[in-house]
Structures are given as C-alpha cells and as structure tokens.
C-alpha cells in the first residue's frame, strides 16, 4: 500500500515515513523531479537506479564562504524514483545524519544526531515520492564554540550498506 498523498492546490507531496512497521513522522517535499538535476553551489545530488539524494544549503552564497557568527539553513532530500515502494535496512540509529568535518583534520567537528548504538531500522520509503528534512547549523563546533577559519565538508550521511540507497552527499564551503 502506497503510504503518501499529494496536495493538489500546493503541488507538495506528503509521505509518512515508516520504520520497522511503525509511522516515525510526515515529511514533505516537492513532487518529484524528472530528468537530471544540475549541479549548482550550495548543492549536491547523488543518483543511484532506485533514489537521489540531494544536499542543499538554502540561500547559498554563491561562493561558498562564510564568515564565522553566521548561521545555514540545511536541508536534506530523498526521493523514491522506482515503482515500488522500498524497504532499507540501515545498520545504526539514527539512520540518517548531517555531519560537518574539517577538510584538514579529518576530524568530525559537528554532528546533527549524536551517535546511538547499533540497532538495525528498516525503514520504508513510498514509491515515486520522497520526504526532505531541514535544519539550521550555526558554524559552531559540537561543544558551541566558533569553528576557526577554514575548508570545511558539510555531509549528509546514511547508515547502510545497501548500494539502492546513495551513502553521502557533500558540500565544501569556507569560513573566513
């Protein structure tokens, strides 16, 4: 059964995301996009046959430099683009997770969702559609303090394996 509606007047889809059998929220997006999305700044898209991930700042700045104090606006989309209705199974929770790390160190210096332990979700994504989630982040580091001057990879991740699912998508920005 198909587990998402469209909202005729606004041309956004509505789809209940269930996990392991139970509805965990309602996530919107825009219908979904047909054809190849073009690389812009401030965005990334990863394709696979069965979904597209798509990392996006919104209002980017087109050269992608920021000045320390500043906050983003993130978001993050997933869209379904087979027939069917496909059930992932991911290999932590939270299943999903935006993690900023410097390009220097390695090091991850902000995380959206902290580490959990290992669980096994199956998570279930309706057919032809797709949800997005946002968030703000304030160039700061996981313990609040401003992030010193430098390269920067902001990165949506997925904890699978599964090759139908993109792993990553990732945007590289400069703080000043």
């Known amino acids: 059964m198909r587990d998402s509606s469209r909202s005729v007047d606004s041309g956004i889809y509505y789809a209940r995301l269930t996990v ?23 965005r990334d898209t990863v394709s696979t046959a069965e979904f597209r991930l798509i990392l996006s700042i919104l209002d980017p700045k087109t050269n992608l430099i ?33 993690i900023v790390r410097n390009v220097g160190t390695s090091a991850i210096v902000w995380r959206l969702h902290p580490v959990t332990l290992p669980v096994a979700p199956k998570v279930t994504f309706p057919w032809a559609d797709g949800f997005s989630w946002a968030t703000t982040w304030d160039l700061r580091d996981q313990g609040g303090s401003l992030l010193p001057p430098g390269e920067y990879d902001i990165v949506a991740t997925f904890a699978t394996e599964d090759p139908r699912m993109p792993q990553e998508a990732r945007i590289r920005i400069r703080i000043l």
């Open 20 to 42: 392991d059998g139970e509805t965990e929220g309602t996530f919107t997006s825009d219908k979904k996009e047909t054809g190849t999305i073009p690389q812009l700044p401030g």
């Open 66 to 98: 920021w000045s320390s104090g500043q906050t983003m606006a993130l978001m993050v989309t997933v869209q379904n683009l087979s027939t069917s209705d496909i059930e992932i199974a991911f290999r932590a929770e939270p299943w999903n997770n935006i």
